[in-house]
């Protein structure tokens, strides 16, 4: 069956609890997300196929920079590359999925690439934290460890969307604050789940609720704190 029909639990997908839980606005997907994407498939799958259309100059020196890059050379070579990582939440019992872009078992290495619009290494560094990828790092790192795969290490490959297009890594271990603090946001958006009966809408239902119980109560008395 295709990853995505799969009915277990995206990264994607708690992020659209999250939203639900703060009445945020679900967004459909951007034109940065689009880009992101096709970008990805380029560089990780169509490796041989051209970019046309709408972003074809940007996406090619993109890529001429990653793959001119002996860093990212090196890790390409060795890695598993767009792997399906699926486990059992420990703690909830919840079924959940993740698909790592390099995932390298002999290193305990998960390599994550971003597009992005950072200029510095510095504003790369704040918009892991700005658009929570704390949260992604720890489930995707946990999930591996959990589905019986070593992996102790994380790295976020950045590559600037404009010119020059630099390059920027952040690598993360398990034990760290950024993991910790990723970790906590994951967990707590997993019981929110496991307690609300939530479904989200790409497992194809109108309905955010299995099983409705005082969700917006929960909220306000605080026994629900997302960050």
């Known amino acids: 069956m295709n990853y995505r029909q799969l009915n277990r639990i995206a990264n994607s997908d708690l992020t659209e609890l999250k939203n639900y839980l703060f009445g945020y606005p679900q967004w459909p997907c951007s034109q940065a997300q689009e880009f992101g994407t096709r970008f990805h498939d380029f560089l990780l799958l169509d490796t041989e196929t051209t970019p046309t259309g ?18 990212f050379s090196r890790l390409v070579i060795t890695a598993d590359i ?4 699926f486990w059992e939440d420990e703690p909830t019992g919840l079924p959940c999925k993740a698909r790592l872009d390099l995932k390298l078992p002999d290193e305990g290495l998960i390599v994550d690439v971003k597009t992005t619009s950072a200029r510095t290494q510095r504003e790369f560094e704040a918009n892991c934290y700005r658009y929570e990828y704390d949260r992604q790092a ?21 590559i600037q969307k404009q010119k020059p297009h630099n390059l920027y890594v952040v690598e993360i271990l398990a034990d760290s604050i950024f993991m910790d603090e990723g970790r ?16 989200p809408s790409s497992w194809g239902t109108n309905a ?16 629900v704190e997302i960050h």
Do not use: P
């Not at 969700?215 to 008395?221: A, H, K, M, P, V």
């Open 54 to 71: 709408k972003g074809a100059a940007a996406t090619k020196r993109m890529l001429d920079v990653l793959r001119a890059d002996t860093f």
């Open 82 to 85: 767009e792997i399906a990582q």
């Open 138 to 158: 720890a489930y995707y790192l946990d999930g591996c460890r959990q589905a019986g795969d070593c992996a102790d290490r994380f790295i976020l490959l950045g």
């Open 184 to 199: 906590r946001k994951y967990r707590r958006l997993l019981r929110s789940w496991q307690e609300l009966g939530f479904r």
């Open 208 to 223: 955010h609720f299995a099983n409705v119980i005082n969700g917006t109560e929960e909220l306000r008395n605080g026994e």
